[in-house]
């Protein structure tokens, strides 16, 4: 006999968001720096862009002192406790998650987790610095993927499993639509810019695929020159890529079909799933691309709302 | 006295392949394996629960890597006293809230039952399962200096520690590898399983399969890792009280994904008085409204059972030597450090008149508060005590000052001796079950008798060792090694 307490079915979804929304924090954080890094241009390029992570309509005010926003936007994103987005807050918010737990997941999975937590608080500020970002970025990766790996091997397939997955699957999904959130918002700050010379477009749409380690799998599907049409249909709808918004779409159901009564839940994914395959944005218009991502992020954040009060909030 | 080192500062027979071993490794090579071990608490995430500590209330366990060492015949023969002296409690708890035949026979004074805090008038009457009532204590003993054991004090309520035997073990066993190669250590795995045994006997009748939850007050309680441990190693749930409701038909349920499933034990590890606001403090947060109700109904097991306090008292404590003797018939197999009641005029004026060699103890105080140490104390403390007793004598109990033994200890001069104590955890129901050994809390100040966790006290796994019985046998191990 299992049972799955509502309280505890609302800690494993959150805590699964959290540790997920760390690791694709830390890989668009790493593609992004690989396009600054390898920007032939002489005006070097913004990392404003790239706050847009934490949503669409957060301003980071940069200082003087830091002229490419470069410390600024990344102490936010990594190691800033205050702010809701860095990996540090999200981490420890996991492990807060996951620390009430531990009697439904593997001990070896609890390690991971309080692994990662104790690295990221020792690491996270120094990481700003360009010398250490890359290791660390990789290591929160790495320990991320750990966790999953455990779960995959060692956890029985019944209810806590299934919300952890739905947990990852939901933030998933929405991270990867953020990530043609920046583009957007990288094509509309060379805009605005009195810049000279233009961003090379195939350069900026390899670290968007790179963003979500889709580079060589849109490359082996496409057979075709990097092209930012068929970069955002990738991501969006190419079912059989796993971080594609699709590829999340069809796995949740997987989930849903084995957790008990969706009802409800299986609604707002078959509309979440609609308004993804609806999006036809011209790659290039920075606004209409942004547009197109809010929408479906707004059917997630519906999908979100669904699941809360199906599995959490329980009215009994 | 020191329980691993003779008074010539040689190792005792039990400590010589530890003490030998120290001493071949270097204290640098003892450093560099306690920081191993260290390691280990964190990574695993052992940790306690400390309120004051803002963000990061939970802080890693503090563990001493040289292990405290008990003889297995010694420990038979300790094993013996705490299963009697258990049984003895619980057969004193269930009469109290029934018979009361040892207050009729003038054993034990009626009075005494009136002014106790933890004795639950809204329980008379009920009988729980196997007569028992306080299914997992843990008793603190502590070793004068002429090397004999005391019961030092009861824990009945929600005795706290066991995880951490458990994981003492697991750190140690890395630690120092080589040594279980060659020692028969008992081992403490088992403990868990025989809770879960324990807790599916409490189940109401007829019930095969039985739902077991762990009650806990939520992560704020300092001992919140170890009820995550306990369910963890059950396979029990963790349950909050909001998790919980009592229907109409006086069952218990929690609120799963799937609507409302039927608990049919529940090991609470919340206080009696916020455990059902119905019954006892009707501000409870913490609590379940109706569990009182379903568990005299005999719809769900409780354990400890509510009330099983009563016997976790400090003035009960002085009895306890005639509760053993008028229950069972036996002498006491641990002797309870000597109490003097001031509430007769003879100990009284005893205590009056030796103040300055006895510990004075509150009694229905915890946590060690309220405690007056007469040869550490003040003259105005002693006469102010002198006032307080005379004023209340009822409420006071007075001890001879114990030496508490030591063990080696790693500290940042090198290895020193450190006092300790030793709380075994007691299982008890139509059968009894004592951890081999238990958990040795040791005071890491130098002559520092305090050894709770958080004041600065440590831990240290704790051996309990069978020698080898034969020569021949004992020949044969060290030389087959770990290859056998």
Redo the contacts between chains.
Sequence with gaps: ?T???????GRLYWGARYVERAEDTARVVNAYHEFVVDDPSEEPLRWEPLAVLAGSHVTIDVPASDPTGERTVLHHLLADHSSVCSIANVVGRARENF??T??VMP?EA??AI??LS?YVEATASGAVDRQLRNRFLVHVVEISRRLDGVLESTMTRS?PYHLIRLGRLVERADMTTRVLGVAAAGILAVDDSERTGVVNDEIRWMSVLRSVSALQMYQRATHGPIDGMAVVRFLLAYGSFPRSVTGCFEEMRRVLDV??SPGDVIVALDRAQDAAAAAHPDASAGAELDQAMETVQIAIGDLHRAIHA??VD?H? | MDELLADDGTARPIGAALMQLIESLGVDELRARQRVAELDI????ITFTVYTDGQNI?RAWPFDIIPRMIDGREWDSISRGLSQRLVALNMFIDDIYNDQRIIADGVFPAELLVASANYRPQLRGVRPKHGVWAHISGTDLVRDHDGQMYVLEDNLRVPSGVSYVIENRGVTKRAFAELFERQRIRPVDGYTDELNRLLASLAPDGVA?P?IAVLTPG?YNSAYFEH??L??RM??????G??L?VGDDDFV?????????RVHVIYRRIDDLFLDPEVFRPDSMLGVPGLIRAWRSGNVGLANAPGAGVADDKVVYAWMPDIIRYYLDEEPGIPNVPTYRTMYEDERRYVIDHIHELVVKPANESGGYGILIGDRATDVELSAAIAAIEADPRNWVAQPILSLSTVPTLVDAGIEARHVDLRPFVLTSDRSYVTPGGLTRVALTKGSLIVNSSQGGGSKDTWVVDRFTSPVEAQHQFQSGGTG
Excluded: C, H
């Design positions: 006999m049972v799955l307490l509502a309280r505890t079915a620390r009430t531990r009697e001990r609890w390690q309080n692994q104790q209810e957790l008990p199906r599995y329980v009994t | 964190s990574t695993m995430g939970d399969d739902q992560i995550s441990f369910a963890e396979g029990a749930e963790l349950v909050e909001a998790d409701v349920y929690m609120k799963t994904i799937n609507g409302l499933e």
